[in-house]
Structure formats: structure tokens, C-alpha cells
């Protein structure tokens, strides 16, 4: 499986980025996908996630300014991030659970996301 991450960048704080996963090697709409982040000197957290069924969870701190979607023809997951915060500012990974697994068992390499005040 391959997952392979796009779209990060530097914004100003109140701004928007959209970051996208391509996901290959796998049937797509049987994966639990989700989205991580790690700030430097803290522990990886989730940030948002999308069972096969469509249903999603998210982060306290992020609920109501981000949201995950799949395109499942695509084999595509997105993260859309809107009044992002100085505090947002991490590398963005996104994982798969394969299946019926239910531990993230497959990466991609991450995309940096730097918020500026």
C-alpha cells in the first residue's frame, strides 16, 4: 500500500489548505483513513478520521474548521482546513487501517503545514 500526501504549505493564520492522499495497492473503500499530525517536541495526534462507511470523527481542536471527504473512484482522501491557526502548524500524515484492521498500519511520508501569526 502506498499513501502519498500533497498540498501542504505556508499560510497566514485565518487562512485555508486543502491537503490530499493518494492511495494505492489497496481496495480504497474498505480502509478506515484518517489524518494525523506531529508538532515538533509533541506526540503524534489524530486529527480527523473516516470509517468505510463514511461515518467521521474529529479533534476537538479542529472541529468545526476542518473537514475529511474521500473520493473513493479516486482512491483520494482530503483534509479541508479553514481558519487555520498558528497552533495547527505540524507535518500532516495520513493513514490507513486496511480492511478490517484496526490499527494504523500504513503511512505516507507527510506533508508540513506552517501557519503563520
Known amino acids: 500500500v502506498q499513501l502519498v500526501e500533497s498540498g501542504g504549505g505556508l499560510v497566514q493564520a485565518g487562512g485555508s489548505l486543502r491537503l490530499s492522499c493518494a492511495v494505492s495497492?489497496?481496495?480504497?473503500?474498505?480502509?478506515?483513513m484518517a489524518w494525523y499530525r506531529q508538532a515538533p517536541d509533541k506526540e503524534r495526534e489524530l486529527v480527523a478520521a473516516m470509517s468505510s462507511g463514511g461515518s467521521t470523527l474529529y479533534a476537538d481542536s479542529v472541529k468545526g474548521r476542518f473537514t475529511i471527504t474521500r473520493d473513493i473512484p479516486r482512491s483520494m482522501l482530503y483534509l479541508q482546513m479553514n481558519d487555520l491557526k498558528p497552533e495547527d502548524t505540524a507535518m500532516y500524515y495520513c493513514?490507513?487501517?486496511?480492511?478490517?484492521?484496526?490499527?494504523?498500519?500504513?503511512w505516507g511520508q507527510g506533508t508540513q503545514v506552517t501557519v503563520s501569526a
Open positions: 493513514a490507513a487501517a486496511l480492511g478490517r484492521a484496526t490499527t494504523f498500519g500504513s
Open positions: 495497492g489497496s481496495i480504497f473503500s474498505t480502509n478506515t
